[in-house]
């Protein structure tokens, strides 16, 4: 069974730190790109950032660009989300979502192309 579970969220400060976690089982985490994805509340699925199977292409949404950052380790089945200089429009909830194709990364790709979604952890960046 494919799993994707996220850790990390909860209230913080604007200008605060968090670093999620998405802890991935069931599946060869290593043949897959993956992305996080966050909704904020009353909003659309925003995608944030993707990051290539081995790691060696990183793209994100230009709301974060410079300010998070995705990273992967393969060998613990782990992805990362470090996000600093938090603001209130970063309240959402965060998942981390699975490729459906193996070796596949698109940059800004849409929901379509995932197929397994964590179960998602909140974020909330208010003073």
């Known amino acids: 069974e494919v799993q994707l579970v996220e850790s990390g969220g909860g209230l913080v400060q604007p200008g605060a730190s968090l670093r999620l976690s998405c802890a991935a089982s069931?599946?060869?985490?290593?043949?897959?790109?993956m992305s996080w994805v966050r909704q904020a509340p009353g909003k659309g699925l925003e995608w944030v950032s993707g990051l290539l199977h081995e790691g060696t292409s990183t793209n994100y949404a230009d709301s974060v660009k410079g300010r998070f950052t995705m990273t992967r380790d393969n060998a613990k089945n782990t992805l990362y989300l470090q996000m600093n200089s938090l603001k209130s429009e970063d309240t959402a909830v965060y998942y981390c979502?699975?490729?459906?194709?193996?070796?596949?990364?698109?940059?800004?790709?849409?929901?379509?192309?995932?197929?397994?979604w964590g179960q998602g952890t909140q974020v909330t960046v208010s003073s």
């Open positions: 069931g599946f060869t985490f290593g043949d897959y790109a």
């Open positions: 979502a699975k490729f459906r194709t193996p070796s596949y990364y698109r940059n800004r790709p849409s929901g379509d192309e995932y197929d397994y």
